[in-house]
C-alpha cells in the first residue's frame, strides 16, 4: 500500500530556507514520478514541482518557483525531497507530497503537477510558515 509522509515543515524568516521530504512506503519509489503541491486555507492546493523516477530524472517546476525551489531524489532512501530558498510569506501554506504511480511527470499532453486531481496517493502534508 502506497504510503507517504512529509516532514520538514515549520517556521521560517523572510528569506530562509527549508528542506521538506517525502519518505514513500509500501513501493518502490525510485520507479515513479513524484511531485509536490502546496495549499493555503481557503484556497485551492497548486502544483509546485514533480520529479521523474529513475537516476538522472527529469524536473518540472511552475514558472513562478523557478530558481528557488529545487526537486530531487533519494532512490536508496525512498525519499524525495524539495529544497526551498529565498522562501516569502507567500510560499506559507500546507506542503503535500503525492504519487499516481507513473513513470513520468509528463502525461504526454501536460505536466501533471499542474492537475493535482491526477494524484491518488498523497502524505498528510508538512506546514510551512513564512514570517515577515
Known amino acids: 500500500q502506497v504510503h507517504l509522509v512529509e516532514s520538514g515543515g515549520g517556521l521560517v524568516q523572510f528569506g530562509g530556507s527549508l528542506r521538506l521530504s517525502c519518505q514513500a512506503s509500501g513501493f518502490i519509489l525510485g520507479y515513479y514520478a513524484v511531485a509536490w503541491f502546496r495549499q493555503v486555507p481557503g484556497k485551492e492546493r497548486e502544483g509546485v514541482s514533480c520529479?521523474?523516477?529513475?537516476?538522472?530524472?527529469?524536473?518540472y517546476y511552475i514558472d513562478s518557483l523557478k530558481g528557488r525551489f529545487t526537486i530531487s531524489r533519494d532512490n536508496v532512501k525512498n525519499t524525495v525531497f524539495l529544497q526551498m530558498n529565498s522562501l516569502t510569506p507567500e510560499d506559507t501554506g500546507y506542503y503535500y507530497c503525492a504519487t499516481d504511480l507513473r513513470e513520468s511527470c509528463f502525461s504526454g499532453d501536460y505536466y501533471t503537477v499542474l492537475r493535482p486531481r491526477d494524484y491518488g496517493s498523497w502524505g498528510q502534508g508538512t506546514q510551512v510558515i513564512v514570517s515577515s
Open positions: 520529479i521523474d523516477p529513475y537516476s538522472d530524472p527529469n524536473t
